[in-house]
């Protein structure tokens, strides 16, 4: 569960090495809370789910993220999960030569994505950390072919949490 609240949304004067669609900072309340997965998708959700496992690092295993994954198959895969749990589909999917997505019902109980503004609060977890859950990137983060990665895919949860209980967010 992740509390309503506000924030501060971009780049702040805390931050050093940001992208101009960063700028300018502004504060912004979220009115409602919302539940959040502690982790990524896991190939083995998508694959119980979706009936498939798209990863290109699919021998890292269930408890490994799902990649190789479109926003059209997020979500797709929201409203499967939503089924699958009884709960309502967020998101109409057209169909035809050109995919369209709709998020009407701004109240929906099923499974979604988070909005932009719902992700940067997530993952600054209440915290006033550079990283989520750390000003130190190794202890929340993989990153880097040379440094902590090795350029393959790590089992999800394996760094320390936001203050929100939330893994993997940088």
Sequence with gaps: ?????????????????CGSVEKPAHNVTLTKGFYMMTTEVTQGLYKDVMGTNPSHFSSCGANCPVEKVSWYDAVRMANKLSKRDG?????????GLKL????????????????????EYAARGGEGYKYAGSNYIDEVAWYYYSYNSYSKTHRVGQNKANGFGLYDMS
Excluded: H
């Design 100 to 119: 369209s997505v709709s998020w009407n019902n701004k109240d929906c109980t099923g499974w979604r994505l988070p909005t932009e503004a719902e992700w």
């Design 1 to 17: 569960w992740i509390p309503a609240g506000s924030f501060k949304m971009g780049c702040t004067s805390a931050d050093s090495d």
């Design 87 to 95: 709960l309502e589909s967020c998101y109409q999917i057209g169909s």
